[in-house]
């Protein structure tokens, strides 16, 4: 039965690649941005296996495998599963035992790609410890080469097991609400703490050198306690097959073995509970909302400018910007991803805030609009997800769709541009910080027209599986994705030159500042009109491709 559920899970894997085409630009990019960072600690930690003293490669050794432990249990919880396995209540109509399903989904595991990906790790341990000359451990030898594969085995099963036990475990509290907003708060600020984990590490380690000199630390020994770890047992069989006592070695291999027996038993007790309807092991409870009583909002001055239309599909937009938790994640991801681009460097190459808030927040302000706003304003129509029929089925003006969404957006994107204004303002004192804010939102103004125009051509579907966590353009088609990385961006560098040119005229030829100014003043004039042309051609050019764009919109169904 296990083979029959492999063969399935291969072709739901090769169906996903073949008819969502969208994924392999995910692939591809996953292969130019991650494989090399793994393949760089990989050889890192093989360095650190042949030329390391004493007990040191093997303390990297497990180091190496409890992180990579902690990581594939960690990951799925605060962010994306990391397996494309089969829906298990789809499975519930056949007589399929346990155990199959247990070994299917392990075995599954090896259709996904994020297996490949921690694969040089292994092989990293493999040529360090498997007695290749020069190449490995010193004291290793190619006997060791059946123990380092079934160090492998039960390294890798550690991994998958611990990771489902732990998705299976938590999964009533992983659907709840607050989890969830818990969940995309971590996964927005995931980069801020990589970066910050670095900075604590470089600043811990030149402290601990003004107490800790080189030969206390080569004495170091932590083995002793990580050796209790299930991925830890096995560094230290590692060891002592190095050292030639077999026997041991043997039964810290089983030591770690029997955790992996005891993690699958306990997992496949958790899918008995979970598809025996007793829900899952924590969290599982579900609790009756009472219907809350909607009120009609006054927006003011805002109901007297714009129509109806507009202002309808503008609280929708503001409502689901946060409601929906793939919203909420890409929405806090465009306000902190400039700052990782742009700020983070600049701070590691010696520069301080003083220089950011300075003359080059010039360069800071409208750099940071660019990015907030390319981001925010994708896809207006395929976040619609399944509402997008039902919305093009109403009597709303095409035109005030996008101007609605657009507005919204924009309301939604200045908020962390006046924080970082302000902040800037503060460093600096200088009121020129807040000419370039300016500058900077009306940038925005064009961002969103060249986004709508581009939505209007090219949506492409969102899924809002969280459980999964697929939104990206991943999902759509190849044009679509290219569209999105290199089309859309140079469009809206061009226009928003009117806008961008004149304060770096006003800077660098201070001669031309005053025919700088009235340019730039044209540039905010021609910002607002070039929203209000751009969100009337979309919607025309929307009427004329509703069918398409809905088929283009439509979220798959793989899953």
Not at 90 to 117: A, H, W
Not at 227 to 236: S, V
Not at 430 to 459: C, D, E, K, R, W
Request: proline share 5%; glycine share 10%; charged share 15%.
């Amino acid at each position: 039965m296990h083979l029959t559920l492999l063969r399935l899970r291969r072709k739901l894997t090769w169906r996903r690649f073949t008819q969502e085409k969208g994924r392999l630009i995910g692939l591809i990019i996953a292969l130019i941005v991650i494989l090399p960072t793994v393949v760089g600690i990989a050889f890192g930690a093989w360095f650190g296996y042949t030329h390391a003293p004493d007990q040191w490669p093997f303390q990297i050794l497990a180091f190496v495998l409890i992180g990579l432990w902690i990581a594939w249990i960690m990951f799925p919880l605060i962010a994306a599963s990391l397996s494309d396995g089969v829906d298990l209540e789809r499975l519930l109509i056949y007589p399929i035992r346990r155990r199959d399903i247990v070994l299917s989904n392990m075995l599954g595991t090896l259709y996904d790609y994020p297996t490949y990906l921690v694969l040089p790790l292994y092989v990293a341990m493999i040529i360090g410890f498997g007695g290749f000359g020069g190449r490995s451990h010193a004291a290793s030898s190619l006997a060791m080469l059946p123990l380092l594969l079934i160090v492998t085995v039960v390294g890798y099963g550690l991994m998958v097991t611990a990771s489902q036990l732990a998705t299976t475990a938590f999964g009533g509290i992983l659907q709840s609400r607050k989890t969830r907003d818990v969940a995309i708060v971590l996964a927005s600020v995931f980069g801020f703490g990589c970066w910050a984990f670095s900075q604590a590490v470089a600043r811990i380690a030149e402290f601990g050198s003004q107490f800790l000199d080189a030969e206390q630390l080569e004495q170091l020994d932590v083995l002793h306690i990580l050796q209790w770890f299930p991925p830890g047992a096995l560094a230290k069989s590692v060891e002592q097959a190095t050292l030639g006592r077999w026997g041991m070695s043997l039964i810290w291999i089983g030591y770690a073995a029997g955790w992996l027996v005891l993690l699958a038993f306990l997992w496949g007790a958790l899918l008995d509970r979970l598809l025996t309807g007793n829900g899952f092991l924590i969290g599982g409870g579900n609790v009756e909302k009472q219907e809350k009583v909607k009120k009609e909002r006054n927006w003011g001055w805002f109901d007297e400018m714009f129509s109806a239309e507009t202002r309808y599909i503008f609280q929708k937009e503001l409502v689901t910007a946060w409601r929906i938790p793939q919203r909420r994640i890409g929405l806090l991801q465009s306000y902190l991803m400039p700052i990782f681009i742009v700020v983070f460097p600049a701070l590691s190459a010696g520069g301080d805030f003083g220089d950011i808030a300075g003359e080059n927040s010039i360069f800071v302000i409208p750099l940071y609009a660019f990015f907030v706003f390319w981001i925010l304003g994708q896809n207006m129509l395929g976040w619609e997800h399944l509402g997008l029929p039902f919305l093009l089925t109403t009597p709303v003006d095409r035109g005030k769709i996008f101007l609605g969404k657009a507005i919204a957006l924009l309301l939604l994107g200045s908020i962390p541009l006046i924080l970082i204004t302000l902040i800037l303002f503060v460093l600096s004192g200088s009121v020129t910080v807040l000419f370039y804010s300016i500058i900077g939102l009306f940038t925005a103004f064009t961002a969103m027209g060249v986004n709508a125009v581009f939505s209007a051509f090219f949506p492409y579907p969102v899924q809002l599986d969280f459980k999964t966590n697929r939104n990206s353009f991943t999902r759509g088609g190849c044009l679509a994705a290219f569209m999105v990385v290199i089309p859309i961006p140079i469009a809206i560098f061009i226009t928003s030159l009117p806008l961008i040119a004149p304060p770096f005229v006003a800077r660098f030829l201070p001669q031309y500042s005053l025919y700088a100014v009235i340019v730039g003043l044209l540039g905010i004039v021609w910002a607002v009109f070039f929203l209000h042309i751009s969100t009337r051609y979309a919607g025309k050019e929307l009427i004329k491709r509703e069918p398409e764009v809905i088929r283009a919109a439509k979220p798959s169904t793989a899953d």
